[in-house]
């Protein structure tokens, strides 16, 4: 099978590449392009799946140009899609950033609270009415050691090593997840249905409790301070467990991660 995967560089992309090995074509840039050039570039290479990983994910970033926002996270998405090619489109668990409960919440009980959330709203919808077999994964907060010479964004783990204080919510409940977990299970996730699904670790501890646990285990310098109230962030994956895709839990995901590198 081929497979055309955009951000072939990026923090998820990368991975990705690696774990469809000779089956892999890495996108060109997408920064300047336009519906042409997608066109162009699926037409070079001749994908049976495109994998869509590449966006502006960055919140501030998004709340102060509105514009590239939506091109990176509407426009692009809805051109991919327009190509009659199935698509598997990486979107977020900041879709539930707004729902009134506490969670966990299905793929049903979506409520936007940031523009980059609205923006994957309206890729989610626009691009399953091109094309009913577009898959959106949901994706929580990621994270993973440095990949060599492939940039790593902040994240969970790294940020807990690398800072001397953190802060994190104790009501909120957010899972995190392994990134490699995430690349592994990508071939199976392209033989989802259309739809969109909850892509991820569960998590039953709340954000805070999350980073005590890591600093007890690798018995860390840091010092950790409750920032207060936060939005809950927190799914429920029973869907794609009920097409046989199953993630550690947080915390196991952790260890996993530990071992591989033996932190």
Not at 7 to 27: C, H, N, Q, S, T
Not at 253 to 258: A, H, P, Q, T
Request: hydrophobic letters at 35%.
């Amino acid at each position: 099978m081929r497979i055309l995967v955009t951000g072939p560089k990026g923090f998820v992309g990368a991975r990705i590449m690696d774990e469809l090995g000779k089956d892999a074509i890495p996108a060109l840039s997408l920064r300047s392009v336009d519906e042409e050039g997608i066109k162009r570039m699926v037409d070079a290479a001749q994908p049976d799946l495109i994998i869509h990983t590449a966006a502006m994910s960055d919140i501030p970033t998004c709340e102060n140009d509105p514009e590239g926002s939506y091109f990176a996270n509407v426009k692009i998405p809805v051109w991919l899609a327009r190509t009659g090619i199935k698509c598997v489109m990486f979107s977020t668990d900041q879709v539930y950033s707004g729902c009134a409960g506490e969670g966990p919440y299905t793929e049903d009980e979506i409520m936007s609270a940031n523009l980059y959330s609205r923006h994957k709203l309206e890729m989610e919808q626009r691009t399953l009415d091109i094309n009913s077999e577009t898959v959106h994964l949901r994706a929580t907060w990621m994270y993973d050691m440095p990949k060599y010479s492939v940039p790593n964004r902040g994240n969970f783990l790294v940020n807990m090593l690398r800072q001397s204080e953190i802060s994190f919510s104790a009501s909120q409940h957010r899972a995190v997840t392994y990134v490699r977990e995430v690349s592994c299970l990508i071939r199976h996730a392209a033989l989802l249905p259309g739809g969109a699904y909850n892509y991820g670790s569960e998590n039953t501890l709340t954000m805070l409790e999350t980073a005590e646990w890591l600093k007890e285990t690798l018995n860390l310098p840091v010092t950790i301070r409750d920032v207060g109230p936060r939005h809950n962030l927190w799914m429920d994956c029973s869907k794609i467990k009920n097409h046989g895709i199953n993630f550690c839990n947080t915390i196991d995901g952790l260890k996993k991660c530990i071992q591989d590198y033996s932190l």
